[in-house]
């Protein structure tokens, strides 16, 4: 019913800047929040920042004030902007969204397919 489709991973050297993408469509009745979780090899898929649809954002500690979160132009869009790259910051980036369909209006998470960032030092 909702899907979502990332863009913009790729590999960048340590203390480079990325973009990454993600734009919801399908059945959408309202999006309540839509966000970034990563999961690097080995490691637990972790949140790195949200926004709601008001605007409020929230970061994890070890990107705030290199990452920023946005709504993009375009409706159902999000973007992460990442400056100053650590290889620490290396990992698969999905975007999900927290989603009442114009069937389910109970809100419910949905997943993107997940794009590669990698930092190199």
């Known amino acids: 019913q909702v899907q979502l489709v990332e863009s913009g991973g790729g590999l960048v050297q340590a203390g480079g800047s990325l973009r990454v993408s993600c734009a919801a469509s399908g059945s959408i009745f309202i999006i309540n929040t839509m966000g970034w979780y990563r999961q690097a090899p080995g490691k637990q898929r972790e949140l790195v920042a949200v926004i709601t649809n008001g605007g409020t954002t929230l970061y994890v500690d070890s990107v705030k004030g290199r990452f920023t979160i946005s709504k993009g132009n375009a409706k159902n869009t999000v973007y992460l902007e990442m400056n100053s790259l650590k290889p620490e910051d290396t990992a698969v980036y999905y975007c999900?969204?927290?989603?009442?369909?114009?069937?389910?209006?109970?809100?419910?998470?949905?997943w993107g397919q997940g794009t590669q960032v990698t930092v190199s030092s």
């Open positions: 999900v969204a927290r989603v009442a369909t114009m069937t389910q209006r109970t809100p419910t998470d949905y």
